[in-house]
């Protein structure tokens, strides 16, 4: 396999103006005609009339132009496309295919997901549908026709809207779809099932009446109250922070048990991984409820952010995902906790998008090649392309940024566009240069900025000295990289509070109105910002709601942690701070393992805790942020040699040690918290159930009998899934032999009760196997046996295996290299069946680098009998080699 490069972008040589597609569907036949309406493209400047259709895995039927059927001379058939010669200026090209949707585990094109059809066609799935330009520049206008038995298949769906259907012999009836809007390939869908729907409306400030569909089958009709719940206010939205409205008269959503991601945007006919859309108190999270929220909002905003402005090439993969994921968190904010949104997402990007950018696959936001682009769907793209948009956001202010984003709909409205158009419309917008912006789409790598600080009391002047580098990534070195534009949110404290700034600097700076927080705009390796009128050395509160995504190094005292953490204003400093000392707690507890010392825990750390759970005028929500421990991932990705061990019993010391000088406080505010008894996903009862159970999880750490009596009581008595969960999980991942009972209890009473609900027994598979132990590879050896265990459905392997190798590092790291083992064992299986859920699943093991020589060999050993399979496919071929590089 070769890479191909966004230097090489070249026109397509042909449009197709029209594309009417006729399904007839059938498990291992399904016979797929195509009538294309082609011309040469005037903008392209080849000569040649050859043309070159994507297509695979198609058994060609026939091929004709303008109605003469072609004969195999006329043509070349290839494994990956059809190529025809001298075809005419126009015409209109049909061509007849078999495709089997029952035999394709790829869950790319056309297949079944348990007895419904449907389609995935992102990235690069449209081409095992029928031969096309499979290309996001090439937009066509679609007519889509299914057929298929009426009593297995009463629901035919398509893009747009529905125009004509009717009864056909044999018991068969077909429906026709017809889509206004032209658009590439990759937003083309179909489902055929046995569907049930909710149905509702919603009324656009012009006041255009959208028919809202939520499809799924019969037994989940209870749960789509709140995906609709979300719809609606995704709508309402997007037409009060960016003026859009939804432009079809119909926009459904259907649920899919076998989908390889979360959810996908198609035009009008969004469809959604049943993980992503089913909500129920009773048997799903607050969390659940909370992402299907945030991905009902991200498919529907990407209408405009996607699909009326879509992407030229699949570099520029994160001008519709990364500005998309930027206004989904922003609905997010607004519909709930903005504080606590923006800590979860930092969380996030700081664990494992860091990690991804330090490790051999990083990469830049804007990648400049790739070998297979469903590797490209990253953290680096998403969330990182999101902080990126946000930093734009941040430079522009909310105002001119709403005018550049006005600006780019506009212009590009139809069109197929690359992040330099979306950039260049802010640029317009807000009056602003943004070339030195752009190395954030341009580099890969965390940048690092070091600041240092000092103080002169005879000048009152205060100095804060930024040093900004990137280290090398695989594609540019140290050296070679260009400086970034660092937005640095900040302000200084002092002992009565925040001081004023009066910043002597040549760095480009806005003030706030009551000047005592400033955005600094870094642009070189080195500045110097001097504060005047200082009259004692503040504590600087630095990169305020996260401004920018790099690593920030500050050499804090555990005194001016404490004072960020109870007097800044800015709640994601707060959360660092806390975060920050919690760090430097457990590295110290790491330190005396590793010298063999008796290690003990800075009562400070505790005094700041019991603090917090006292507090009642906080947000219980921070409360329970602020007292979770960093986890072992993000402290193992902070490390240069992560040693697992060591890190998992010094943050269990800590824990143990916070939980057992806390107990009474823990018991206190355990006690305090009202119970709600009408379940709401909203952000107060959220709020609540999350400190709750935070304080349950220390307290059952302390081992003690009553707490994990009452931990059972909890997990039998809850009436939502939050609840229940929590208590679930603190039992069964207890390491305390005296809580073995009771999680064994647990766990067999879970399983009967949810046997029949798919998506909760995904959560018993990841409790687990996170479960610690010496058997654990043992156990998700027995439970990848378990009837309700299917190597083919992504959920599954995810819930278990993924939740293995990500969540639980000390068994997935075992020295004996079964961890490893495992996973490399289900690779290679899934490698052949489904491709891109395979080299996602590598993941943890690319990362070798990261451990001592021992792991570092065992790792390497799997990953190069990986290498070795046969038929190894594109995408892990990409992930493998690069990680061995
Ligand atoms: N655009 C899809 C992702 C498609 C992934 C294809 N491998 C979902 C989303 O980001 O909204
Ligand atoms: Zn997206």
């Known amino acids: 396999p070769s890479a191909i490069y966004l230097k090489d972008y070249q026109v397509p040589s042909h449009l197709i103006d029209k594309t009417h597609l006729h399904f007839i569907l059938h498990p291992t036949k399904t016979r797929v005609s195509s009538d294309l309406t082609i011309r040469k493209n005037p903008d392209a400047d080849t000569k040649s009339n050859e043309l070159i259709l994507h297509g695979q895995d198609i058994d060609l039927q026939s091929v004709s132009i303008d109605g003469r059927q072609l004969d195999d001379r006329d043509y070349q058939l290839e494994a990956e496309c059809l190529r025809i010669a001298n075809v005419p200026e126009q015409f209109v090209l049909s061509v007849v295919g078999l495709i089997a949707p029952a035999d394709n585990t790829s869950l790319e094109g056309l297949y079944k997901s348990q007895s419904m059809y449907c389609t995935q066609c992102e990235a690069e799935g449209f081409r095992k549908i029928t031969y096309f330009l499979d290309r996001p520049d090439v937009l066509s206008e679609f007519t889509t026709t299914v057929v298929a038995d009426k009593t297995e298949f009463p629901v035919l769906l398509s893009n747009g809207n529905p125009i004509k259907s009717g009864s056909l012999d044999d018991n068969m009836h077909f429906v026709t779809w017809h889509d206004p809007f032209p658009k590439p390939a990759y937003l083309f869908a179909l489902v055929g099932g046995d569907l049930e729907c909710i149905q509702d409306s919603f009324t656009t400030t012009s006041g255009r009446a959208i028919d809202l569909k939520i499809y799924v089958e019969e037994k989940d009709l209870d749960k789509c109250d709140h995906a609709m719940a979300s719809l609606k206010s995704s709508m309402r939205w997007d037409e009060d922070v960016y003026g859009r409205e939804y432009d079809l008269d119909i926009f459904m959503i259907v649920a899919v048990d076998d989908f390889n991601m979360g959810a996908m945007e198609n035009k009008g006919l969004n469809i959604f991984n049943t993980s992503c859309v089913l909500a129920k108190a009773e048997t799903t999270t607050d969390a659940g409820f909370q992402r299907v929220e945030a991905v009902v909002a991200h498919e529907y905003f990407h209408n405009w952010s996607g699909n009326r402005v879509t992407c030229r090439d699949w570099f520029q993969l994160s001008l519709k995902e990364g500005f998309t994921v930027f206004r989904d968190a922003e609905f997010s904010a607004d519909m709930g906790s903005r504080t606590v949104k923006r800590v979860e997402d930092a969380k996030l990007l700081r664990a494992m998008q860091f990690a991804e950018d330090a490790g051999p696959l990083a990469h ?297 000088s806390l107990k009474t406080e823990f018991a206190e505010r355990f006690d305090s918290l009202p119970y709600f008894p009408e379940y709401e996903a909203n952000a107060v009862q959220i709020a609540v159930r999350s400190l709750k159970n935070c304080c349950l999880g220390y307290l059952v750490a302390t081992a003690d009998a009553v707490w994990l009596e009452r931990a059972m009581t909890q997990y039998r008595t809850a009436t939502n899934m939050t609840d229940q969960s929590a208590a679930l999980s603190v039992l069964a991942l207890s390491p305390d032999s005296k809580a073995v009972d009771y999680s064994v209890s647990a766990l067999s009473e879970f399983y009967q009760q949810w046997q029949s609900e798919a998506l909760v027994v995904n959560q018993w598979f990841s409790v687990q196997a996170m479960q610690p132990g010496e058997e654990a590879v043992d156990r998700i050896r027995s439970l990848m046996q378990h009837e309700a265990f299917n190597i083919n459905n992504p959920n599954k392997v995810r819930a278990l295996i993924g939740a293995f190798a990500n969540n639980n590092p000390v068994c997935f790291h075992n020295s004996d290299g079964s961890g490893y083992r495992l996973l490399a064992e289900v690779v290679k299986k899934l490698n052949a069946t489904n491709p891109q859920i395979a080299a996602r699943m590598l993941g943890p093991l690319t990362k070798w680098r990261k451990y001592d020589s021992k792991r570092q060999e065992l790792m390497q050993a799997e990953l190069n009998s990986i290498k070795q399979t046969v038929g190894l496919s594109k995408d892990v071929f990409e992930v493998i080699s690069k990680s061995l590089a």
């Open 364 to 660: 830049p936001v804007q990648p400049a090649s790739f070998i297979e682009i469903s590797n490209f769907y990253t953290l680096t793209v998403y969330e990182k392309g999101a902080e990126v948009v946000r930093m734009i956001h941040t430079l522009l202010g909310a105002e001119a940024f709403r005018q550049g984003s006005d600006l780019y709909f506009e212009r590009n409205d139809g069109k197929a566009a690359t992040i330099e158009d979306f950039v260049s419309s802010m640029e317009e917008a807000g009056g602003r240069d943004l070339s030195k912006f752009m190395s954030w789409y341009h580099q890969a790598g965390t940048p690092k900025l070091a600041v240092t600080a000092d103080y002169n009391s005879s000048s009152r002047e205060y100095a804060l000295t930024f040093n900004q580098t990137c280290p090398t990534t695989p594609e540019c070195d140290s050296e070679d990289k260009k400086p970034y534009l660092i937005p640095v949110a900040m302000g200084l404290l002092g002992s009565n509070g925040p001081l004023s700034l009066v910043p002597e600097t040549d760095v480009d700076f806005s003030l706030s109105k009551n000047d005592t927080h400033c955005v600094l705009e870094l642009t070189q390796p080195q500045h110097r910002v001097v504060f005047k009128d200082i009259n004692a050395p503040p504590v600087p509160s630095l990169m305020r709601g996260f401004s920018a995504p790099v690593r920030l190094q500050f050499d804090y005292s555990p005194d001016d942690l404490i004072t960020l953490m109870t007097q800044d204003d800015d709640g994601f400093t707060r959360w660092d701070a806390c975060q920050q000392l919690c760090v430097s707690v457990i590295h110290e507890v790491e330190a005396s393992l590793q010298q063999g010392k008796e290690p003990s825990v800075d009562s400070r750390l505790s005094d700041a805790a019991r603090a917090l759970i006292t507090n009642q005028n906080l947000d219980p929500a921070m409360v329970a942020l602020m007292l979770t421990l960093p986890s072992e991932g993000y402290l193992a990705e902070i490390a240069t040699t992560a040693n697992i061990d060591t890190i998992h019993s010094a943050r269990e010391i800590v824990r143990n040690h916070l939980a057992a």
